[in-house]
């Protein structure tokens, strides 16, 4: 017997074609974080070479300061490269279910509980990714110095510079 067994009906198909195309929004989200993550790593491994270099040329001011910020650094890049797996696995849990749903409905198999599994553990695999992403921008921010000018650092130019018209 063959697998489509009867001619595939028209409608049939453009339903299966519909509900295929509902989780593929999904996979365009995936995508666009994808490409997010991939910037961030290529910012992590841009800062690190640039450590190394200095520390192995000996410019560094500080080299514990150096050290721990490669330490953190490699912390991110490992978060960054979860969040890569977990995006990647979700987008091929959402293909097979575009696929499931497609088939489901144009052929006899019963993809029920295919569709189930795969749109449900997508889904929760793309929250992951996000909060992987979260915790390493949380990361990311807190090597951030955010310096103050002290109180008693004069200001650029006197106080008269500062009454005068700007041209």
């Known amino acids: 017997m063959p697998l489509l067994g009867p001619p595939v009906d028209a409608d ?17 989200g995936v995508a666009g974080l994808i490409g997010a993550v991939s910037t961030r ?29 490669l330490a953190r650094l490699k912390v991110r890049g490992r978060l960054v490269n979860l969040c ?17 749903l497609f088939l489901g409905e144009t052929t006899a198999l019963d993809t029920v509980r295919l569709v189930s599994f795969s749109f449900v553990g997508g889904v929760v695999l793309f929250i ?12 990311a921010s807190q090597t951030l110095r955010f310096r103050t000018r002290p109180a008693t650092a004069p200001l650029a130019g006197d106080a008269s510079d500062r009454d005068q018209p700007l041209d």
């Open 128 to 139: 992951l990714s996000l909060l992987g992403f979260f915790a390493e921008t949380l990361l």
């Open 41 to 69: 790593l290529a910012r992590i491994i841009d800062r690190g070479r640039v450590l190394e270099d200095r520390i192995e040329a000996r410019t560094v001011r500080d080299i514990d300061a150096s050290y721990r910020e």
């Open 12 to 28: 049939a198909l453009t339903h299966g074609i519909q509900l295929a195309l509902a989780p593929v929004f999904l996979l365009t």
């Open 84 to 100: 890569m797996l977990l995006l990647t696995l979700c987008a091929a849990l959402i293909g097979l279910t575009v696929m499931a």
